[in-house]
């Protein structure tokens, strides 16, 4: 999609049109006419449509063209109103075959998140299907503001949000692409190509096999044994002069199948989205490449599949993880925490301010909070920040709230063979997990999110698809501007 911004005393001109309506009837034509002026009005008069958010009306102008009303719903209008009318009207326009736009824009209008709305709405895995079932979209975009509102502002709100779409729809690409064709080498090769179009923004470097063994890894690599696909660690940089150091840890298994714990049969297909976490931290810095932050930024994805091949770990099995901290495995299914653990480990050498990983890592998170809201816990020093990543999850619509870490819990990973266990039983499953990681976070600030629920659904609302919705990109970038 190409957008662009103009400023305009007229509204004449296109063919296609976007405009804005509240719930009171009340265009925001940003105090221009439209063309024909009352011949529009009066089928706005009868009341046909009544501007609610997420609705649109056709109407037609002079010469034929088209007006979509588009519900901005009712005041006082916040991010989600713009980005969601935004993707209403992309959504009708693009269902017609309609390629080319104007979207008329009133003053205020919140460029940043009309761009978000029309870059990320309607979108549809489409790799592998035939052009007559390819999603559909809006090609070419112009905003069409008033003479009133400065290009130059409209212009550096469209590119951030660009850049953001941009991000969040490689982190989708990544969840949907099934795990026959986008295993641990496949993320490896991404983070090389998001390196190399990073203008030398981004540096990265990948361990294989060899050198995870080496290096004592061997957490991620007890995970990977049943699968014939290598493990790998990705590691991306971004800024290296920044001065204060964040890391972002992403869960990055490209399918679990449980692995000897096997998952029973019912929506396994669903867990090629388990690598949602890694896709939100690859997302991110596909975004970072285009973007200025002061921050250095350090990218950490453990990377596996998990399946239960001959030479798989087993129940029983008791690992020595790279920390040396030992766990005994109660379940092979619960594997996400245990590559987690190495790459947590190894992210505290960047001697980072803040630690944060994001997993799809619990079916209980699921259970918790539904696929409104991702799940963050955290260590006392993480919780700190815990204020900020609720305000950027209202912001940008990822939603986070908080679920408690109190010291009460720790029994419940308690083994009497190792120095804890992978699984704490069914309740508290989503503490239990952090509980777990954070043996492997201290004594850093540690958030952890846990995205299970967040990450996918089967309903389309608003800007968010059916399937792998790229949860977490936005998030962060959101939450930068406020560490
Ligand atoms: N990837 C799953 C978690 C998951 C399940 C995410 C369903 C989204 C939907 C994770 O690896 C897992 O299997 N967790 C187990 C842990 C249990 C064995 C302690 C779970 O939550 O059932
Ligand atoms: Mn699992
Ligand atoms: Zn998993």
Known sequence: ??????????????????????????????????????????????????GELGGTHLLYGPANSRWLLTGLGKGPFTARHWRDAAAAAQKAFAALDITQA???LPAEADVFEIVTGLMLSGYVYDRYLPAKKKGK????????????????????????????????????????????????????????????????????????????????????????????????????EYNPEGKRTLALVGKGITFDSGGIS??????????????????????????????????????????????????????????????????????????????LADGLDYAKEFNPELIIDVATLTGACVVALGNEAAAILGNEKGEAHYDALVESGKATGERVWPMPMFEEYDYLIESPVADIKNTGGRNGGTITAAKFLQHFADPK????????????GDKERGIRPRGGNGFGVRLFLNFFDRF
């Open 262 to 339: 096997l998952k029973p049969g019912a929506a396994m297909d669903e867990m090629k989205y388990d690598m949602g976490g890694a896709a939100a931290v690859l997302g991110t810095f596909r975004a970072l490449a285009e973007l200025n932050y002061p921050h250095r930024i350090i990218g950490i994805v453990p990377t596996c599949e998990n399946m239960p091949g001959g030479d798989a770990y087993r129940p029983g099995d008791i690992i020595k993880a790279r920390s040396g901290v030992t766990i005994e495995v109660k379940n092979t299914d619960a594997e996400g925490r245990i590559i």
């Open 137 to 236: 979209y809006l090609s070419r975009v112009i905003l069409l503001l008033p003479e009133s509102a400065s290009k130059a502002k409209a212009d550096k709100a469209r590119k951030l949000a660009e850049a953001q779409a941009a991000g969040t729809l490689l982190a989708r690409d990544l969840m949907c692409s099934p795990g026959n064709l986008a295993g641990p080498e496949y993320l490896a090769a991404t983070a090389k190509e998001i390196a190399k179009n990073s203008g030398g923004r981004i540096k990265v470097k990948i361990k294989r096999q060899a050198q995870l063994e080496k290096e004592g890894f061997d957490a991620l690599l007890t995970v990977g044994r049943g699968s014939r696909k290598e493990a790998h660690l990705i590691e991306m």
């Open 445 to 456: 600030p540690w958030v952890h999110v846990d995205i299970a629920g967040a990450a996918w």
């Open 1 to 50: 999609m190409r957008i662009s911004v103009k400023t305009q005393k007229s509204l004449d001109g296109f063919e296609n049109n976007i405009v804005l309506m509240d719930e009171k009837g009340k265009l925001s034509l940003g105090g221009r006419k439209l063309p024909g002026g009352k011949a529009l009005s009066g089928p706005i008069e009868t009341k046909d449509f009544k």
């Open 102 to 104: 104007a979207f008329v």
